[in-house]
DNA sequence: CTATCTATGTATAATAA
DNA sequence: TTTATTATACATAGATA
């Protein structure tokens, strides 16, 4: 698409991921939303973000009711047939397309590929470690915080975390009692999409403009 | 698209509404891996054809791992489900019947080992976006929070984990202070300690708990 | 992060099988 | 229902603001 053809692997540079993302989202959610409208069918949608938060879209139904008539099946017709079959063509053009690049270019080993992950895998689990240490120390854990003057700095760092929060919040609270209209737009697509604790931040311009208007029937409410 | 442009509005004539499900359907999942590849994020995507029939595509993930991580989301992220207990309960008999589904077959192939370790990145990846998302509530970057729940709710996890590491200071004092007996710690909190436990070592990967670490369909890069 | 623009790559409506 | 063809309508990568 666009002036270069892309292949589907995950995008390193994180920036191009996050635009692409967002993008993509739209995009896909605009799919679904004629889908359900073209074929009068239900349809759920559930992204998380590349920064962990949620993006939803149902049709007519609220996403719960969609879940719910899901995981209400019997678990014959639960299977997952069209995703395989998809899944299976897919790949095996991506695994053509691939063959004949390793043989184009650098011949890259199964074993090696092997070792990159698990090498990546390592990375991975030590970051996580070292991420759970600096959480575990919020907990009050003992093994984590073994000084008075550990102790101290923590709380030093939290109360002075804590007063920005509240300065913020005050802020914030000053903004909505205003006259003024609130900062944050609250969308509404025909069905319950949100960017959950997202909020759109330029005017209702984006993805809204191909959707007419209609009143939300679902009640996945965006709490922002 | 095609010859004509198409109104979104339902299609009335039976067959072309069911051709054009077949082909948007396809379309839609197809969209859908692209972005769970490309971005590496989460998708799921539930869709009941006009005849009743289901049709899913979930990323990475099982469907009902990330189905299970939207339903364990913590409310001001998702909005109220008012069917949540069910949902879990629901998900936990589909992830229990996934398992046993896996258990039976288990080809031990290079490609299914290189898929492991993909799952097994996947799996540390989100995990550590999930816990970065925590860590930045201790950031007190402002700029972060720009809704009033948003920072209610950052402002609630900052007290309470200043509660946390008061009490472990105390604890430290008196050991200093008094190197005989044991300290007896007088602060109060034992329920509201759960709580932000319950926070800082849950959240959305509280998902990790009830769901199995494992694919049910673990077959190709991506499974079902 | 969102919007806009342009050149291209894709998806798909209509049709026939 | 799925597939193949083809003419068009759409989506979007990359650059830019």
């Not at 899901?70 to 995703?83: D, M, S």
């Not at 240490?133 to 102790?151: C, N, V």
């Not at 007419?212 to 009640?219: C, F, L, M, T, V």
Request: hydrophobic share 30%; with cysteine.
């Amino acid at each position: 698409m666009g002036r270069v053809k892309l292949q589907i692997k995950r995008i390193e540079n994180t920036t191009n991921r996050q635009v692409t993302f967002s993008k993509r989202r739209n995009g896909l959610i605009k799919k679904a939303y004629e889908l359900s409208v073209l074929c009068d069918v239900d349809v759920a949608l559930i992204m998380f973000s590349p920064s962990g938060r949620v993006s939803l879209f149902s049709g007519n139904k609220s996403i719960e009711e969609i879940l719910g008539r899901y995981v209400n099946l019997p678990e014959h017709e639960r299977g997952r047939l069209r995703n395989k079959e998809f899944l299976i063509k897919a790949l095996g053009k991506l695994r053509d397309e691939a063959d004949q690049t390793h043989q184009a270019a650098s011949p890259v080993s199964i074993d090696s590929q092997l070792e990159e992950f698990q090498q990546e895998i390592v990375k991975c689990k030590s970051r996580i470690v070292d991420m759970e240490k600096r959480l575990r120390i919020f907990d009050g854990e003992p093994s984590e915080i073994t000084t008075l003057s550990q102790a101290e700095y923590h709380e030093q760092i939290l109360e002075e975390t804590l007063k920005q929060v509240r300065l913020r919040k005050q802020v914030l609270q000053e903004k909505y009692s205003s006259p003024g209209p609130p900062p944050t737009v609250q969308v509404h697509l025909p069905s319950d999409t949100a960017e959950v604790s997202g909020f759109v931040t330029g005017s209702s311009s984006s993805i809204l403009d191909w959707i007419p208007q209609r009143d939300p029937q679902g009640s996945v409410t965006t709490s922002c």
